[in-house]
């Protein structure tokens, strides 16, 4: 057997480790068309920002050690140009040498990843001008670094978010603009508010909703940045990170079947249309297991297992790749962001029938020092409580709480299960009710009639079609005096019971900070008889709304 | 309806909150014999310690919020003394005025709790001998702490190893005296071993397989402690966790059914054996899902949901408690363990099929900084790869991956879902191939032989069996000079290829430091015909094993 791999990095690189494990003899030849194999792309911009400080940390396993170890025939700065199928060979360019040759394949794995976009706009290709994916691209980045005081980075999606974040940690300036009215676009917009906040806090420039028409040179050093509203921005660096495209081009010269966005269309089994070739990593189209869509979601991940589900194939064994269903992680400063399964938006958009729940739960008992706080939203199957999605934003125990949802997500697990989970409880890491009970507690309480909610997005239709008699406050005084929604009335929960004469008739939404109190007096007024519903995670996700410019 | 609930803490006052928030109109009578209901038992030690500095956090809800907020009848200083079912009620004593009364139920919830065992021996009534179970425990001993520079903890479970760590932080000397050769039963004993070694780290000094015999007042004030070997230790505070027992004495005097160990008997809805009776918490006797034993586990997560089911039930709410996996957690100094499902000791002693796999993962990317190691052990079905148990023990991250282990084993998913599992990926979270990923690869490898594996035991069986031809260390002539396995032969990975020839004929052991290299070197033997076994988790789990005393 001799399997050649295209492209030496996440899914490459993985598929070459594991085709040797399965098989000491097998000839593997790891072409990577850079001069390092097996980098860790997704550490770059911690290089940048000096947290990572050994260049030689990014080098995830030494060229020598894949050639001694797993024995493989890697060869660094080989592109392959062409995909010869009918002859089963590529054609390889030595790019130091200029040589090209044709290689055999009995079969070929591609996982050449994706490209960033580069900005299609005058000056986009300007000195000074980068897109970050390669230990390469960093160099140059890094190298130009001493003499930046104020960068403009096009995009706010994740990469972008890291390098905001590590650049203000060398003391940089930075401006982002975003085209969209948000930051990180695979998330609702309401949950990137806190983000928003945290940026600006540190002195990052966020323009959101804007885009950069031009760049020039000036002085023929610094670079000044033309924005759509006519604004200008000067600076010494500009960094694209405006998406990712499949780099599918060798595979679509060939023939091979495409997908989505031009990404390479492959079965369970990671083989493309052409069954001696297999594909994987960012250069391939997805299922979504949650709304069953293609995509294309290039992610460490999953392309690490779709490569060693390849080689797997390859080599007789039984593997399936099951889709990718969009776990994704941020730390942007003090925050984390993380997400999984479907989004509300995408649930919109495809029209599935969907409820969405908000709270705002502590990383581990209340009691104990250092407490963090998160936005948890769980998006769920009306009709059998199927997880579908979840999103949260907050300090510590993120990554936790979204990892456990992803696994319920998964293994098609429900509310339900989510509030009989047994989780890990001492003070330190949870809480006798951990923060996946209390969304399993909230989710399931609301499919079985016991809490009637709305969520903001709700509550706005509500009020628009006019169904709603009065917005309750049920929170003290004081807090309700520091902000509360547009026309509220405040009756304080523990004044509710003997003041119930006081609370209008009809159809009556009851807000309080997170919802806790909310639903108390939810379930009070439904014992005496009112129509009632909850604003879901209460006034302090309305704020998250609002800040996102929703509930204007 | 009228519900009468023994006990005000976790259970009692889980249970009462949700009767409150299910039926506004109940009548709700909370009686604790205590002074305070709904407090944080599980943050004493911390208070103790002086990290929780407020003696108010302790008090989760205060009195005056149960009595307003909830409407409840709640009652401190409120002893149950019998429960007369004929007439459906109970009698109180007022611990204050001594007053006793008739209180009459529609649905009874007994929630009492368990109390800790009391050593019997000579002394162990005396002035300075405690346990730790209320905050007047508590109170009694801070009052204490000023006059201790030593004390002695009978027990080495999780209480009183979070006493210990709470007592060395306040400059207290502290002996842990453990009848058993290891400490914190529930794990198997070589995962207990780096524990040790903290504790040691920090000057605690460990007494394994003794025990106390008599205490003795010295200088009315000294307290001298007789150990079974003889010796004896001076302190000035012993505490006792030596377990605790279900407080069912009441549900006995009343007739009512018990199980294992006294504790009540339930059903899946939390009633006992009369059907106006319900009961929650530390007191009842749970079944075990991964097992299907019955047994007491006396841990607040659990005490919390049982309440809720208890009262979801009596309010008409479909609810079932699906038993007790026993997730438990917790900190030792930097160290933190953590374990899920079933252990291989009651694997074992159940004669129940399984395989285990030890690995030794980073909690996140190595290139980033900060990475701290974990070992991590899986049980598994050996016949469809069910996850039936985990223990990890390490720094940060221990507390996620066993959390989405305990998701595995409540969804009954398999060491093939953790392989695909799609967890949070970003340096500062996980790796691209995160711990429980690494998990299922390894595990799911023994199960498709890819991968064939011994634990430390039977490496020894099979030694001891005579059916090893040798042991081969893969690892690098250094690691190997600094300890390795008993007759073991060193021929590094990378030399494997080319020195074939010295490895002995017959069944071989090989093991490297984790086991990562053994398992490419597992790959390479059988490539070459041979017969070979890696040790699973190599040497780092050998020297948890020989640490133990298990490999002597």
């Known amino acids: 057997m001799k399997l050649v791999i295209v492209g030496g990095v996440a899914g490459g690189a993985s598929a070459a480790a594991r ?125 130009r670094l001493k003499d930046v005081r104020h960068a403009v980075l096009m995009g706010g999606g994740f990469i972008s978010l890291e390098v905001a974040e590590n650049l203000v940690n060398r003391g940089i300036g930075v401006t982002v603009v975003e085209r969209n009215p948000q930051l990180l676009m695979p998330f609702d917009p309401e949950m990137t508010s806190p983000l928003v906040k945290a940026l600006r806090n540190k002195g990052v420039e966020l323009v959101l909703g804007g885009r950069v028409t031009a760049i020039e040179m000036v002085d023929g050093k610094s670079l000044r940045v033309h924005l759509t509203d006519g604004k200008t921005l000067d600076c010494d660096l500009v960094m694209a990170g405006i998406g990712v495209e499949p780099e599918s081009n060798l595979a679509a010269d060939a023939g091979l079947e495409l997908g989505v966005r031009g990404a390479i269309r492959v079965n369970g ?59 994704a992680i941020v730390r ?52 059998d409580g199927r997880v579908l999605g979840a999103q949260a934003v907050g300090g510590e125990g993120v990554d936790k709480r979204i990892d456990i949802l992803s696994l319920a997500i998964q293994g098609k697990m429900t509310v339900y299960d989510l509030e009989e989970a047994e989780l890990c409880y001492a003070p330190p890491y949870g809480s006798a009710k951990d923060a996946v009970n209390m969304a399993g507690f909230v989710c399931s309480g609301i499919l079985r009639g016991d809490q009637p909610q709305v969520t903001v997005g709700e509550l706005l239709e509500h009020q628009k079609a006019g169904t709603l008699a009065a917005v309750l406050d049920v929170r003290g005084a004081d807090e309700f005096s520091k902000g509360h929604l547009p026309g509220a009335i405040n009756i304080p929960i523990d004044e509710l019971r003997s003041r119930l004469a006081e609370v209008p008739a009809g159809r009556v939404a009851v807000n309080c900070q997170v919802g806790m109190r909310g639903y108390l007096a939810t379930r009070i007024l439904l014992a005496a008889g009112r129509d009632v519903v909850n604003l879901s995670g209460g006034y302090q996700t309305w704020e998250m709304f609002s800040a996102a410019g929703l509930t204007a």
């Not at 054609?91 to 009995?106: F, I, L, N, P, Q």
């Not at 989004?343 to 963090?372: C, D, I, V, W």
Request: proline share 7%.
């Open 269 to 327: 089994q990671m083989q493309t249309s052409d069954p001696d070739i297999y594909a994987a990593g960012d250069v391939v189209e997805t299922r979504d297991p949650v709304t069953g869509q293609p995509g294309v979601i290039p992610l460490g991940g999953p392309a690490n297992r779709q490569g060693r589900i390849a080689a797997d194939h390859i080599f007789g064994r039984e593997a399936r790749y099951r889709g990718t269903q969009g776990t």
């Open 332 to 383: 942007v400063f003090e925050l984390t962001v993380a997400s999984t399964g479907a989004s509300e938006k995408t649930l919109k958009r495809l029209k599935m029938a969907y409820r969405a729940a908000y709270l705002h739960p502590n990383n581990h008992a209340g009691y104990y020092p250092g407490t963090q706080a998160m936005c948890l939203k769980v998006l769920f199957d009306p009709l």
């Open 19 to 143: 085709a040797r494990r399965l098989d000491e003899h097998a000839e593997i030849v790891l072409l990577e068309r850079g001069p390092y194999l097996s980098f860790a792309n997704c550490g770059l911009p911690y290089y940048l920002g000096g947290e990572i400080q050994q260049r030689g940390k990014l080098l995830v396993t030494p060229l020598e050690r894949l050639k001694v170890r797993y024995k493989l025939d890697a060869r660094p700065n080989s592109e392959v140009t062409r995909i010869e199928r009918a002859l089963k060979q590529v054609w390889v360019r030595d790019r130091e040498t200029g040589r090209e040759y044709a290689e055999k394949y009995d079969k070929l794995i591609l996982a050449p990843g994706a490209k960033p976009r580069v900005p299609e706009i005058p000056g986009g290709d300007l000195h000074g001008v980068f897109t970050l994916r390669t230990l390469e691209d960093t160099d140059r980045i890094f190298s």
